[in-house]
Structure formats: C-alpha cells, structure tokens
C-alpha cells in the first residue's frame, strides 16, 4: 500500500471513529506498527490530526476530511447519484456547481452525456470549486465560468466576498448543491460558514435547487445552514436512505429522486 492510500485510509477511519490505535490500524491495514507510527507523526506535523500515547484523535471538535484525502467511500453511490443528477440538467442551461466529491462526479457525468458534446455553449458551468473548473475547462463546448474568491484547503472552494462579486451579476437556471448534511427541519448544512454563504448565494441566483446527497447526509445537522427546505425543489440521493426519512421530505414538498 502506498503512503498515499494509507494516509487516505487512515483519516477515513480516524473520521468514523475518532480515536485510532497504532497496533491495531496496522493490523487493520496489514502494515507494521513503525510504519503507522510514523504516518501519525507526519499527519500530526500537518495538522491532520493529534498525536496519544499508542494513536492518534482527531484534530479540533468538529473535524472536515479535506477533499484531498477523501477515498473513494461511498462511491458507487456517488456516481448513480450524480448521474441522475446530470439528467435533469438539459442541453443550454447555467448550472451551480457547489464542491464537494458528489458535485465532482456529476461534472463528470455532464462532461460524459453525449448530448452536450456540442452547442454554443452546450452547458454554462458556474462554480466555485477549482477542480470541478479544473476538470471541464478541457470542454470546449462547455462554458466555464469561476468565482473570485479565496481558496479553501479542505473543499478547493473559493469563499469570500470577491465570490459573491461575481455571482450578484449572474442567474441559473439550477444550482447544484453537495452538502454536508440535509435535514428536513434544519435545512442543508455545510461545516464551513463562508462556504456555506456562497452556496447560499448560488441557490439564490438559480431558478431551481438540486441537492445532491447520499443517504449518509440525510437526516443530520452541521455548523453552517446553507438554505431552508423548503428553498430544495429536489434531492437526489441513493436506495439507502430511510423510506421514512424520504416520506418526510416528500411532504415538505422536495421531489425525491433514488438514484
């Protein structure tokens, strides 16, 4: 196993779990005990996690995996999520694009659908995240266009009121929301409050609100309330979610979609 992947795999577990021990993380990941001691060490030197006796704890009280780091956790959940989420987009619009690993994968489910292969412009891309722009900028028949903004480490999201310069001058025709948490009586969340404005922003400036979540999403809170329910004209989420929780969301008037 690569540094790399092991230092993915570690912070993926450290996040699930909160406390993790060296002897056995290394069993866990069938490397030697010296190896995980040292990835802690070099993990701790960044400031991704806290040093114990024996392990490691996560770092500060609420703790955001930053993008980079992200696994492929959840993927094949993603990828049908991000796919149906891409259907509902129609060849000419504006779309939102928010960050976040699911709004990355319906980039890519967009740069894939062979209807908007060509227009003028077949799509027009709004987004604040660098690498979503970074990924379509190599579509010529698609439109780009990028907030200003200050970069965020653990999103690549552009925050700031340089950001909401640019997006007081435009409209959607959808904004597309990756979130933290989307709960029916606390609305969607992110974990960061200047993130959480610009993607507030975006639902502002669009005609309708697509979240995009998987059923891990569903049903929780977090810091930072990005918009109300009730603003969400649909949600898209994979066959997991809680039948009740789905109910709950149809009767405050969301369209679900199980992808």
Known sequence: MSRDARWKALLELLVERGRLDVEEVAAELSVSAATIRRDFDQLAEQQMLVRTRGGAVVHGVSYELPLRYKTARRASEKQRIAKAVADLVAPGEAVGLTGGTTTTEVARALAVRGDLGSGSPALTVVTNALNIANELAVRPQFKIVVTGGVARAQSYELIGPLADGVLDQITLDAAVLGVVAFDVAHGAAAHDEAEAAI??????????????ADSSKLGRRAFARICATESVGTLVTDASADSGTVRRFEEAGVRVVVA
């Open 199 to 212: 993607n507030r922003l975006l639902c502002e400036r669009a005609e309708r609100v697509i979240v995009a």
